[in-house]
Structures are given as C-alpha cells and as structure tokens.
C-alpha cells in the first residue's frame, strides 16, 4: 500500500490537497518544497488510490451525503488544487479526465487576473537566482548569510513559518525589502511553469467539463484570521464575483488561505457563510470520519 492509498478507509472521507502539476521536478531550490509535483507522480498517485480500491467522489456529492445524512461511501476520496495555476489546465486536468475522477479548483482571483506571483515564490525566486548574499530579518539582529542551496532553503523556511504565524507583519512589503537589500528588482510575475496562473478562458473551459469544480481562494492569499470584518468581507465577496463572472454563476466553495488552525475561525467562518458559501476545508492533516461542519474538514496535503 503506498503512502495516500492507506488514507482511504470504510467510515470517512479523505481529501487530498495539491497545488500544481509540472512536466518534470524541477532543480535549484524552486520547487524545494514539492508544492508542485511531477505528472509522473501525480497519475502513479491517482493510479494506486484507484487500484486499492478508492472511490473518486466531487465536493458537490460530500455536500449532498451531509445534506441527507447518508453513510459515507467506502474508501471515497475528493481532489483539491489551491491557488490557481496554469499547470492544473495543462497538466493536471488531462491526467484528471483520463482516469475519470473530479476535482474542484480553490482559485485566488488576483494570482490569475494579473499572472501574480504570491510572495514566497517570488522570494523563492529571488533567492533561485542570486548566487550569495546578506539579509537583515525584521526579527532578528543577527544578519543572515547565504552562500548554498541549503542556506538558502533553511532561510526561505525560517521566513515562511515566522511570517505565517505573525499577523503584524506584511508579506508584500518583507519581500519588497529583501528585494532592497540585495539591490535587485522586483517581479510580480512569471510565465515559468511553476509561476504561471490559469486566465479566465482557462477557468471557464474547466468549470463547463462534468468533472471539474471552480471555487474561491479570496482575493489576496491573505490569511483570513488576520483581517478586519471589512477587509475579510472583501476578500470573499470579490473574489466570488470575480469567478462568478466567468463561470455564470457564483461558487458556493472555497478554502482558506494556508488553511491550518490559527489561520481560520468563527468570525471567518459566519462571514463566509454570509456569502453564501457552503463548504470551505482547512489544511489541517488528516481524513473525516464526522462530516458535520463542512467547515472544518481536514485534508492530505500530496508532496
């Protein structure tokens, strides 16, 4: 049994969690992490969740066996992609359509409007192509040197989760000030594989194929826990009118930016349920065995 296929069980429901799909692994340290994973690995992935006897189900049928309070289905599992990059309509959706199995696409509206670059992969992409430096950290007096790959994935590691955990400071603006210190310019945007974001063509041909759902992702990849009632109202409700323009009609989906526990909560979770949202997973590992709060279920992140 492989390292997915043990998650599908008799009494629950796994979710799997995927950010993209590219042609082959990449080298360097973009891509360190594997947010986006081979097509190779990907269709080995589906494959084996299929031969150990897994059922592909959508989010929309989750809803629906909440709804009537129906047994779950033996070994069922559902498909998530965050963020909304090209590579799952080039790569990830033909593999997807072969073998049959659905999945929902959670899309942040300003990645794909403008082909924007979220602020760890342009970091990430800062860092790629400079060969050594020194950074001063917002919280640290110690400056920080890198001259290897290594150095260079154990900063992007100590600035990703210090930066996740801190609402007081602003992403956009650290990146913008690493930017300064190594005297290079800043770019928002990338047609590489790993940076390219789905346009609106792309969104709308995926969302008119039977297999295939569109939902939110808000508007900034903001953390939502982080916001004030109004700025948390925007995030959702532009985002949800942005891909309701495209699709014909608004999602009732999304998921939370980052989506573990600190990143989500009752005021986030009332403002998306007045927005008419009707199911938004979390991050948080794990399978769903009780799937009465369609707000808190948990996902397998694929790696």
């Not at 989010?59 to 559902?78: G, L």
């Not at 590579?87 to 999945?103: C, G, Q, R």
């Not at 789905?198 to 008119?208: A, F, R, V, Y």
Request: include cysteine.
């Amino acid at each position: 049994m492989n390292l997915y296929s043990q998650f599908l069980r008799n009494d629950s429901i796994a979710i799997f969690l995927l950010h993209g799909v590219i042609n082959d692994l990449c080298t360097g340290i973009r891509n360190y992490n594997r947010k986006h994973i081979p097509k190779a690995e990907f269709e080995t992935f589906l494959q084996e969740l299929l031969e150990n006897g897994g059922i592909p189900i959508s989010m929309d049928q989750m809803i629906q066996i909440n709804r009537e309070k129906s047994a779950i289905p033996e070994k069922c599992f559902i498909i998530t992609f965050d963020d909304g990059f090209a590579n799952n309509f080039f790569t990830a959706s033909p593999v997807l359509e072969k073998y049959n199995i659905p999945a929902i696409f959670y899309i942040t509206s300003s990645f794909v409007s403008e082909n924007y670059s979220p602020w760890i992969d342009r970091l990430e992409r800062l860092f790629d192509n400079t060969n050594e430096g020194e950074v001063q950290l917002y919280w640290d007096d110690s400056p920080r040197k890198f001259h290897s790959a290594d150095d260079k994935i154990h900063l992007l590691e100590e600035v990703r989760t210090y930066i996740k955990k801190n609402s007081h400071i602003n992403p956009d603006e650290f990146v913008k000030e690493i930017h300064h210190q190594l005297e290079t310019p800043e770019t928002f945007s990338s047609s590489h594989e790993l940076d390219l974001k789905l346009n609106d063509e792309q969104i709308k041909e995926l969302s008119e194929k039977a297999l295939f759902t569109i939902g939110g992702h808000t508007v900034s990849h903001r953390i939502m826990s982080f916001l004030d009632l109004e700025t948390l109202d925007f995030e959702i409700n532009d985002c949800l009118n942005y891909l309701g323009k495209i699709i014909g009609n608004r999602p009732v989906h999304f998921s939370y930016p980052e989506g573990l526990k600190h990143c989500f909560n009752t005021q986030v979770i009332k403002a998306l349920k007045n927005q008419g949202v009707l199911c938004c997973p979390t991050a948080i590992n794990g399978v769903n065995r009780n799937i009465s709060n369609l707000f808190t279920l948990r996902r397998i992140t694929v790696l």
